[in-house]
């Protein structure tokens, strides 16, 4: 059998092989893009940091903005994780910027949900606010 040193690999294969990589490596990211809620002067913006079958916990960033008012929410108490049975689990911790001010930014945990579900839901009800803000993502 003979072998092809890289001198023979072509420039043109490497650039095939590198869009056929990237545009996979970009694929399985797109399923679990940033989502944004603008709501009564308040952003929030949502992005799974670590939802793996492999993590104990699961960790979402997460970034609030306004420009009137205080940000005094108590993300650790008022979000939850909805899997597609519609079972709730409550958050473990925040760690991030404390309450107050007009940006914050920080990471949300939670416990992994066993089974990994095909589907995932964040639920954050901010005080004041009728419906809770809802961010969905599939798995799978």
Same mark, same amino acid.
């Given at each position: 059998?003979?072998? $092809? @040193?890289?001198?023979? =690999?072509?420039?043109?294969?490497?650039?095939?092989?590198?869009?056929?990589? +990237?545009?996979? /490596?970009?694929?399985?990211?797109?399923?679990?893009? *940033?989502?944004?809620?603008?709501?009564?002067?308040?952003?929030? @913006?949502?992005?799974?940091?670590?939802? @793996?079958?492999?993590?104990?916990?699961?960790? =979402? *960033?997460?970034?609030?903005?306004?420009?009137?008012?205080?940000?005094?929410?108590?993300?650790?108490?008022?979000?939850? +994780?909805?899997?597609?049975?519609?079972?709730? *689990?409550?958050?473990?911790?925040?760690?991030?910027?404390?309450?107050?001010?007009?940006?914050?930014?920080?990471?949300?945990? =939670?416990?992994?949900?066993?089974?990994?579900?095909?589907? /995932?839901?964040? $639920?954050?009800? $901010?005080?004041?606010?009728?419906?809770? $803000?809802? =961010?969905?993502?599939? +798995?799978?």
């Amino acid at each position: 059998m003979r072998s $092809r @040193s890289l001198k023979s =690999f072509s420039p043109f294969g490497a650039l095939v092989l590198g869009a056929a990589l +990237l545009y996979a /490596l970009n694929g399985a990211a797109a399923e679990l893009e *940033q989502q944004s809620s603008q709501a009564n002067s308040v952003g929030i @913006s949502v992005k799974p940091v670590d939802v @793996s079958a492999t993590a104990k916990t699961w960790q =979402f *960033q997460a970034t609030l903005t306004t420009h009137s008012g205080a940000l005094d929410d108590d993300l650790a108490r008022t979000a939850t +994780l909805v899997d597609a049975e519609g079972k709730q *689990q409550a958050a473990l911790g925040w760690d991030g910027d404390p309450p107050g001010g007009h940006h914050r930014k920080g990471v949300l945990k =939670f416990k992994a949900l066993s089974p990994r579900p095909d589907a /995932l839901e964040m $639920r954050i009800l $901010r005080i004041g606010e009728t419906a809770a $803000r809802t =961010f969905r993502w599939k +798995l799978k």
